[in-house]
């Protein structure tokens, strides 16, 4: 089946392109088609039931010019995204898209665009080069912690008859005013607190502490200015208050009875040693990719990276936008991120901007070497790498395989088992050194060094040949 979209690339300064794209007279048909049958869903004529009307019908009703309008508009994302596969390019922030002339009957449409694309990267050396490795551990405070987090979740929280201070819970009734009326959300019976969490409106926590069961109350806080409800914020609140039970948190004694409560150890030194073992299998992988990450660097930094500042914005734009993306998932806003992360959007990509920058020397390189040694996954590699996916929706790899290609998406999906691949290979033929060897070297001057920071030795600095 001849392609979509076809395309002509040319090369420009400042690693961009400019992409000539022509889309094929029978997709520009399908896609009108597929827009008048959209568009006579909602039209009413006489002779045919709603949204029965035919495209043709449609098309001479509404007229050709205004579908196609509409076709254009609706499928322009996914050419663009063909013409960006067939082009064969890794676009890196947003295109300046030229749409040409709506095509008559039978003719093709063309539009271009230009757009910044993964810079190239001249090889240094890649094979062999040395990175710090660190030994995987887990040290008697981070056991330690694990341990308690495990007596927080087995605590009991006991009702005493003593006074309220920091770390016992408040069971109360609560009523509240402002200017003597009741407010949304001011009234609540058998709220449990815990003093000294700051879950509260500050002040409020501070006027319950010495409280004890049976006492009644009265609590004036004011809410700050920029508190979530609007009509709160800055006024001040009254609340009568009824304690009914003071509570304190009891934690499980530290010996055997807890580690077979806990996790079905005989004995806590078991328990202790379990949680070593775990701890010290999740540093392994955290150690792994640590040092993949500096194998990575070490090629990055021998390596010939031009990177035009334009493609360094434009990414730090991208990691911007990801990030938004991500927040959005988790019901954060931008306008929230904003006011707690004390920035603007223009300081945040500014200092991603480093971030960004390396980013592409990576991809570069990445790409540098998957040339050079003619990295390709084969369709058994694609398999295996597809068999936690399938396995986790209880199918065979390869049907996931068949789902994948006819979804569009196993081209991204070797791309990304390319990339993995020429890590591993630099990885396999890389020398881990000890650590605190690599950071010692960190702090070594070196005459490219020198030179890099404008031809003034620093002083005190050592150079060692080789290093």
């Keep these: 089946m001849p392609a979509a979209v076809k395309t002509t690339v040319t090369e420009l300064p400042e690693s961009r392109v400019r992409v000539e794209a022509e889309v094929a007279p029978t997709e520009v048909k399908r896609s009108l088609e597929r827009a008048a049958r959209n568009l006579g869903r909602d039209l009413k004529m006489p002779g045919f039931r709603k949204g029965k009307v035919p495209p043709p019908v449609v098309i001479q009703r509404v007229g050709r010019e205004a579908v196609l309008d509409e076709a254009v508009r609706t499928a322009l994302g996914r050419w663009y995204m063909d013409a960006v596969d067939d082009a064969g390019i890794h676009p890196v922030g947003d295109p300046d898209v030229d749409l040409g002339d709506l095509p008559r009957e039978g003719q093709p449409l063309?539009?271009?665009?230009?757009?910044?694309?993964?810079?190239?990267?001249?090889?240094?050396?890649?094979?062999?080069?040395?990175?710090?490795?660190?030994?995987?551990?887990?040290?008697?405070?981070?056991?330690?912690?694990?341990?308690?987090?495990?007596?927080?979740?087995?605590?009991?929280?006991?009702?005493?008859?003593?006074?309220?201070?920091?770390?016992?819970?408040?069971?109360?009734?609560?009523?509240?005013?402002?200017?003597?009326?009741?407010?949304?959300?001011?009234?609540?019976?058998?709220?449990?607190?815990?003093?000294g969490s700051g879950r509260l409106v500050p002040g409020f926590e501070d006027q319950l502490r010495g409280a004890t069961a049976g006492e009644?109350?009265?609590?004036?806080?004011?809410?700050?200015?920029?508190?979530?409800?609007?009509?709160?914020?800055?006024?001040?609140?009254?609340?009568?208050?009824?304690?009914?039970?003071?509570?304190?948190?009891?934690?499980p004694a530290l010996d055997d009875e807890f580690a077979s409560d806990a996790a079905g150890f005989d004995t806590l030194a078991e328990l202790r040693e379990d949680v070593a073992a775990k701890l010290r299998e999740a540093d392994e992988s955290r150690a792994e990719a640590e040092y993949r990450e500096a194998v990575l660097d070490a090629v990055v930094a021998g390596a010939t990276v031009t990177i035009p500042e334009a493609l360094?914005?434009?990414?730090?734009?991208?990691?911007?936008?990801?990030?938004?993306?991500?927040?959005?998932?988790?019901?954060?806003?931008?306008?929230?991120?904003?006011?707690?992360?004390?920035?603007?959007?223009?300081?945040?990509?500014?200092?991603?901007?480093?971030?960004?920058?390396?980013?592409?020397?990576?991809?570069?390189?990445?790409?540098?070497?998957?040339?050079?040694?003619?990295?390709?996954?084969?369709?058994?590699?694609?398999?295996?790498?597809?068999?936690p996916?399938?396995?986790?929706?209880?199918?065979?790899?390869?049907?996931?395989?068949?789902?994948?290609?006819?979804?569009?998406?196993?081209?991204?999906?070797?791309?990304?088992?390319?990339?993995?691949?020429?890590?591993?290979?630099?990885?396999?033929?890389?020398?881990?050194?000890?650590i605190e060897q690599a950071q010692a070297r960190e702090k070594l001057w070196t005459p490219e060094k020198d030179e890099a920071a404008g031809g003034e030795q620093a002083a005190g600095k050592l150079w060692t040949p080789g290093s």
């Design 110 to 195: 063309t539009f271009s665009f230009e757009i910044g694309v993964r810079p190239t990267a001249e090889l240094g050396q890649y094979k062999g080069v040395e990175a710090g490795r660190r030994d995987p551990s887990a040290d008697e405070e981070a056991v330690d912690a694990e341990i308690e987090t495990l007596r927080e979740r087995m605590a009991r929280v006991e009702t005493v008859e003593e006074p309220a201070g920091d770390g016992h819970f408040v069971v109360m009734d609560y009523r509240g005013t402002v200017d003597g009326e009741p407010f949304a959300g001011g009234e609540n019976r058998d709220q449990m607190i815990e003093l």
């Design 216 to 251: 009644e109350r009265a609590v004036t806080i004011s809410f700050p200015g920029d508190y979530g409800a609007e009509d709160l914020a800055g006024k001040t609140a009254e609340f009568a208050v009824t304690i009914n039970e003071v509570k304190r948190k009891e934690l």
């Design 312 to 387: 360094v914005a434009a990414r730090a734009h991208e990691l911007w936008d990801r990030m938004l993306h991500s927040l959005s998932h988790q019901g954060i806003s931008k306008d929230t991120y904003l006011q707690i992360s004390g920035k603007s959007e223009d300081e945040i990509i500014a200092e991603a901007r480093p971030d960004a920058e390396q980013a592409l020397r990576r991809e570069a390189v990445i790409a540098a070497v998957v040339e050079a040694e003619g990295i390709e996954p084969s369709d058994g590699d694609v398999l295996d790498a597809l068999q």
């Design 389 to 434: 996916s399938a396995a986790r929706e209880s199918t065979t790899p390869e049907n996931l395989f068949k789902r994948l290609e006819k979804a569009g998406r196993l081209d991204e999906l070797r791309d990304d088992l390319v990339q993995r691949q020429a890590i591993d290979f630099l990885v396999e033929h890389a020398k881990p050194i000890p």
